[in-house]
């Protein structure tokens, strides 16, 4: 028995680490599965949250590996994208409570340099957010050239639980002439006019819904309340707008069927399996920076005589 699992050990410890072209195919392979480019006709029913593509349950072990390794290659194309500072990536994180945004974005991120990443969580507007246009607490956060910007939650909660909460709609101060039959279509066409508008100027937006489903997410709000390290977490409210989870995945479909481009697509992904969650998702931000062609900046002669130079100065110091 005891060789058995030496020899399992060794079989670990043994394991090649893939190639950087095999981790952009499995990461390409993966992130399109979820892909949403164009919404006509998007059924969210047709995403199962348990999903987990072609791994299964006893590949859990290699699935984190996998992760890590992707974490490795997510850190080189950062500092890459930094270097460079062209391109900025929006990354948007929408999704029903207790789904593991934030897990997700912990872990994914977790070798990204601080100083290329930029992490704004919204929560409830404020007075000042409501005295301005719908998008302009989220506007002022975006990311600089060079860096990537993280959302949880965003301005696409304009369109979730404010069309849930019609009450949240009333406390937004509009004119009474803006509040029109086509208020949700008309908030659609300004979100995709502006994600249209970042992208023209090098804003490369993804953006990633978390599906879980409704009994995965009853037991992860069970496991809050018994687990006294987890309480914190919880909040009542969280529960109470189970009651309108129908209303919230109607609202979600639309929102993907109306705003998923070819130029900023949504990714589905299936959150029922933390790990298999955080792996897509890492799948789908190597498969974007992957795509951006991003290198060290070349330097010129001038600066490598001044290299060759101050190398040379240096070497003769006492």
């Known amino acids: ?11 670990t410890s043994d394991r ?11 990461a390409r392979r993966l992130a399109r599965r979820y892909r949403v480019k164009d919404g006509d006709g ?27 390794h992707g974490v490795e290659m ?20 929408q999704a029903m409570d207790a789904a593991g945004k934030d897990g997700a974005i912990k872990h994914v ?12 969580s919204f929560k409830a ?22 860096r990537i910007g993280i959302f949880n939650r965003s301005y696409y909660e304009e369109v979730l639980v404010v069309r849930v909460h019609d009450a ?16 949700w279509d008309e908030r ?4 995709r006019s502006i994600e249209r508008y970042l992208d023209n100027n090098g804003v490369v937006v993804r953006k990633f819904f978390l599906h879980v489903s409704r009994k995965e997410q009853k037991r992860r709000f069970l496991e809050r309340i018994d687990n006294s390290e987890k309480n914190w977490k919880f909040s009542a409210t969280d529960a109470q707008e189970r009651g309108y989870w129908k209303d919230y995945m109607r609202a979600y479909e639309d929102m993907i069927r109306n705003t998923a481009t070819r130029h900023s697509p949504w990714y589905v992904i299936p959150a029922d399996n933390k790990w298999f969650t955080r792996i897509a998702v890492a799948a789908a931000v190597i498969d974007t920076l992957d795509g951006l062609d991003l290198h060290y900046p070349e330097v010129g002669k001038e600066k490598l005589a001044e290299l060759a130079d101050t190398k040379k100065k240096l070497l003769a110091e006492k």
């Open 74 to 93: 997510l850190a080189e194309l950062q500092d890459k994208l930094y270097a460079q500072d062209r391109w900025a990536v929006l990354l948007i994180f």
């Open 109 to 120: 991120m977790s070798g990204v340099n601080p100083q290329g990443c930029q992490v704004v």
């Open 168 to 183: 949240l709609l009333k406390k937004q101060k509009l004119p009474a002439a803006r509040f029109t039959k086509d208020i």
């Open 1 to 11: 028995m005891k060789d058995s699992a030496r020899k399992r050990g060794n079989e």
């Open 125 to 146: 507007p404020s007075s000042e957010d409501l005295d301005h246009d719908f998008m302009w607490r989220c506007t002022k956060h975006m990311p600089e050239r060079g």
């Open 16 to 26: 090649r680490a893939p190639k950087p072209v095999e981790l952009r195919e499995r």
């Open 188 to 191: 659609f066409r300004d979100i």
């Open 42 to 68: 998007f059924r969210l029913d047709d995403v199962d949250p348990a999903d987990t593509a072609w791994l299964k349950a006893e590949d859990k072990p290699a699935a984190k590996e996998a992760l890590q």
